[in-house]
C-alpha cells in the first residue's frame, strides 16, 4: 500500500504565507515526478506546480514568482511553499506522485487527501 499525507493548510490572511507538505509512505520502490494541484469550489482541478526526480520544476503562470515547489528524497516528501498569498489562491490542494512498488515494474499515479487553503482578512 502506498499513502501519499498532506498537512500545513490552513486559513491566512492576503500577502501570508503558508508551506505545505506531502509525504508519501508505504511499500515504495522509487518515486518519479510529484506535484500539487488545487480545486476551487466550482471549479476543476488545476495545476499548480510539479517537480521531477531530477528537481526540473515547472509552475502555473498564476503562481509563478509566488509559490516554490521542492522536495526531499531522502524524506519521501514535497514541498510547496506559498507567498504573497491572494484570495483567489483559496482552495482545496492536493498533491500526486508518479510511484513504483516493490516488485512492480511500473509506476502508479498516487494522490493524497487534500489540505484547505484558504486566504481571507
Known amino acids: 500500500q502506498v499513502q501519499l499525507v498532506e498537512s500545513g493548510g490552513g486559513l491566512v490572511q492576503p500577502g501570508g504565507s503558508l508551506r505545505l507538505s506531502c509525504a508519501a509512505s508505504?511499500?515504495?520502490?522509487?518515486?518519479?515526478?510529484m506535484g500539487w494541484y488545487r480545486q476551487a469550489a466550482g471549479k476543476e482541478r488545476e495545476l499548480v506546480a510539479t517537480?521531477?526526480?531530477?528537481?526540473?520544476?515547472n509552475c502555473a503562470d498564476s503562481v509563478k514568482g509566488r509559490f516554490t515547489i521542492s522536495r526531499d528524497n531522502a524524506k519521501n516528501t514535497v514541498y510547496l511553499l506559498m507567498n504573497s498569498l491572494k484570495p483567489e489562491d483559496t482552495a482545496v490542494y492536493y498533491c500526486?506522485?508518479?510511484?513504483?512498488?516493490?516488485?512492480?515494474?511500473?509506476?502508479?499515479?498516487?494522490w493524497g487527501q487534500g489540505t484547505q487553503v484558504t486566504v481571507s482578512s
Open positions: 500526486n506522485a508518479q510511484i513504483r512498488r516493490y516488485y512492480k515494474s511500473y509506476f502508479n499515479t498516487y
Open positions: 517537480i521531477t526526480s531530477g528537481n526540473i520544476t
Open positions: 508505504g511499500s515504495i520502490f522509487s518515486i518519479n515526478g
